[in-house]
């Protein structure tokens, strides 16, 4: 890790739109039109506006210079990395769901010289110290405990604003490329069948995304899902 100098942090937020401003000036609207839909039972619709909130405002914002500690209890910014960055959010009751964490070792390991695989979990050190032995070495674990309540403007931004699980694809200048929800495969898929399917859907937007020019990615995928 190499940490990024208060002078570039400044750079990015006098020069580039932050995650948390495009979240300001987008959320509400969505939140309003998101919740009509889901009142509806329109889960269809509920997701358009997801991708098309995350595509057309928030992807190719910046990031926040979020704080979180890891199990050492050493507080880890953001910033710190040097790579890209694939994070996924969980929570103590939104837990990685079956096939998910062998899935996300093999991602990690697959693509541990261009992409920081880093899981966040909103929880308790003790609990979170007990699922982190399930990661191998190339997952970065780090967590927010809300029972301390230090940290209420990152619970704020990326625990509340999104739901969970939410994943972030995060390019070296800290630039969100693209945002998506986790899907949890369904109940009483065999384990080899739930590990391929977290696999391929985590694999499939960090290939896309290393092959593609960065300007298109995440406006292909929204293109992509509005002709299915």
């Known amino acids: 890790m190499s940490l990024v100098s208060a002078q570039e942090t400044d750079t990015i937020k006098k020069d580039k739109l932050l995650f948390t401003e495009a979240l300001a000036l987008h959320l509400a609207d969505y939140n309003e039109k998101a919740d009509f839909a889901f009142r509806q039972r329109n889960y269809k619709e509920g997701q358009r506006l997801f991708d098309s909130l995350t595509v057309n405002h928030l992807a190719g914002?910046?990031?926040?210079?979020f704080q979180f500690n890891d199990l050492n209890r050493k507080e880890i910014n953001l910033y710190d990395f040097n790579k890209s960055?694939?994070?996924?959010?969980y929570a103590s009751w939104c837990i990685p769901g079956k096939g998910a964490i062998p899935a996300i070792n093999d991602i990690a390991k697959k693509y541990?010289?261009?992409i920081q695989v880093i899981v966040l979990f909103w929880d308790t050190r003790d609990k979170v110290k007990k699922v982190s032995k399930d990661f191998n070495k190339a997952v970065k674990i780090v967590y927010v405990d809300e029972t301390q309540n230090k940290s209420p403007y990152i619970v704020k931004q990326l625990k509340h604003s999104l739901?969970?699980?939410?994943?972030?694809?995060?390019?070296?200048d800290k630039k969100i490329m693209d945002i998506t929800r986790y899907t949890a495969v369904a109940y009483g898929t065999p384990i080899e069948n739930a590990l391929k399917k977290n696999f391929n859907q985590i694999d499939t937007g960090?290939?896309?995304?290393?092959?593609?020019?960065?300007g298109t990615f995440s406006k292909s995928r929204l293109v992509a899902k509005e002709k299915n």
């Open 61 to 65: 914002s910046y990031i926040d210079n």
């Open 85 to 89: 960055i694939y994070l996924i959010t």
């Open 112 to 114: 541990r010289d261009q």
């Open 163 to 172: 739901g969970l699980p939410t994943c972030f694809l995060i390019n070296e």
């Open 206 to 214: 960090i290939a896309a995304y290393l092959i593609k020019d960065e």
